[in-house]
């Protein structure tokens, strides 16, 4: 499918209506007209861990069709296979990637980790990129490794590196991940899909930083899309999910092991997801706006060494990122020029954003990675991870931009 990243800005299209925009999706689904129970407006949560039959004969004719592949999904049967209100959101995610199916999840990882364990098995092989989120990173090159699964970490961005890793009829899928955390590193998808699809091996993409509002990576070949809908999908910080969206029949053998290995995401944590995408195009937007304001404005401040964000002209990446997103994300990452104390007595010194771990909700947050997610390791070993001890991530959220400049200014000058 070609790609005109001019149509693309909310109006990018999705699969049930060529016609519509991002946030008529996010807020609609596919039916904006259907009957719902009690005409309720909103999507129902469906409450209940299993599902009741009229007599023997409707289960004789569930079954019958179930087994024969035909009609069985129209109704559900229990909790652990779905769910009316998972149904729904599910629906709802895939129009947004314009993909045809979508497995909801429990948490980002649990999306990760079962996708993972459906599509691999003993002997085979997985290429990854080494910038990808450090827990899919771990969960590939420790926990499948206990179970036979090889993985090979090529660097981000050298694609000789990523094909050369590839072993004939051996090599399943490659796991990559755009923008990345927490440097925004932008892998060219097209580049990507071309490799997987010469070398016949599948791609899977955490979009997370993305969000469908920005880029859609099923549009550029790629065969797995997977979010994190814990950040910028729900986008409250109230709620943890995972999402996996794809080819329909890929789809189908992902549920089928959902129900196995039993990671089912609540019906209220999927109404909650439901009720946050509604307004995803108009956060995903503002989160754009501020982050990319914020990313100029501290790239040209004398107290700051280095930015990153992918909207700026000095990011590697930047001439990929124009190519394929319409926006360039909520994340803005930094470092401060001083040490690790001083790094931290800039923070202290902000007003609006929270310092907690996490990303893509209404309300901004900080991190400094040497205090937390890299707390573990000495300096050098931060260091040679690419995290200096005066390095920061800010995740941009719905406030007003001036109201977070400003902020920014105060705590800058401060020091
Ligand atoms: C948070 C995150 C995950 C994991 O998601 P959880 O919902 O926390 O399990 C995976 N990938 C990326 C890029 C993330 O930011």
Redesign the pocket.
Same mark, same amino acid.
């Given at each position: 499918m070609t790609h005109d990243p001019k149509t693309h800005n909310g109006t990018a299209t999705d699969a049930g209506h060529p016609t519509r925009g991002a946030s008529t999706t996010a807020v609609h689904g596919k039916d904006a007209r259907r009957d719902e129970p009690y005409h309720a407006l909103t999507t129902p949560i469906l409450q209940s861990a299993t599902f009741t039959f009229r007599d023997s004969d409707d289960v004789a004719d569930y079954m019958a069709r179930k087994y024969r592949g035909d009609g069985a999904g129209e109704r559900e049967e229990y909790g652990r296979y779905g769910n009316p209100t998972v149904v729904e959101v599910e629906r709802k995610l895939a129009a947004l990637d314009g993909g045809e199916a979508a497995v909801l999840?429990p948490? =980002?990882? &649990? &999306?990760?980790s079962s996708a993972l364990l459906t599509m691999l098995s003993p002997g085979a092989h997985v290429v990854i990129g080494d910038d990808?989120?450090r #827990?899919?990173y771990e969960f590939c090159t420790t926990f499948l490794k206990r179970f036979g699964v090889e993985t090979t970490v090529v660097p981000m961005g050298d694609y000789d590196a990523l094909e050369a890793a590839i072993i004939p009829r051996k090599t399943r899928l490659i796991v990559s991940?755009s923008p990345?955390?927490p440097y925004g590193r932008v892998v060219d998808l097209v580049r990507l899909a071309e490799i997987g699809k010469r070398q016949r091996v599948r791609t899977f993409v955490?979009?997370?930083?993305a969000t469908p509002v920005n880029q859609r990576p099923l549009e550029f070949g790629i065969d797995f899309v997977? #979010?994190? &809908?814990?950040?910028f999908l729900a986008g409250h910080n109230d709620l @943890?999910? =995972?999402v996996v969206i794809g080819r329909a029949d890929r789809m189908a053998a992902l549920r089928e092991s959902r129900g196995l290995l039993g990671g089912i995401v609540d019906p209220g944590a999927a109404y909650l997801l439901d009720r946050g995408l509604k307004t995803l195009g108009v956060r995903v937007r503002q989160q754009n706006e501020s982050a990319l304001a914020l990313a100029r404005f501290l790239e040209g401040h004398p107290a700051i060494e280095r930015v990153w964000y992918p909207g700026l002209e000095s990011h590697p990446e930047h001439a990929i990122a124009r190519a394929q997103m319409s926006g360039f994300g909520g994340v803005v990452t930094f470092i401060v020029r001083g040490d690790r104390a001083r790094t931290s007595a800039f923070i202290d010194r902000l007003r609006i954003p929270y310092i907690a771990?996490? @990303? =893509?909700g209404v309300e901004s947050l900080i991190q400094q990675p040497a205090l937390m997610s890299h707390f573990d390791l000495t300096p050098e070993e931060r260091l040679a991870q690419g995290v200096p001890d005066n390095l920061v991530r800010f995740s941009t959220g719905i406030e007003d931009t001036a109201d977070l400049l400003a902020d920014f200014e105060q705590a800058l000058a401060g020091g």
């Open positions: 999840y948490s =980002g990882m &649990a &999306a990760v990808i989120y #827990h899919t991940e990345t955390n955490d979009s997370t930083f997977m #979010h994190s &809908a814990t950040k @943890l999910a =995972g771990p996490s @990303l =893509g």
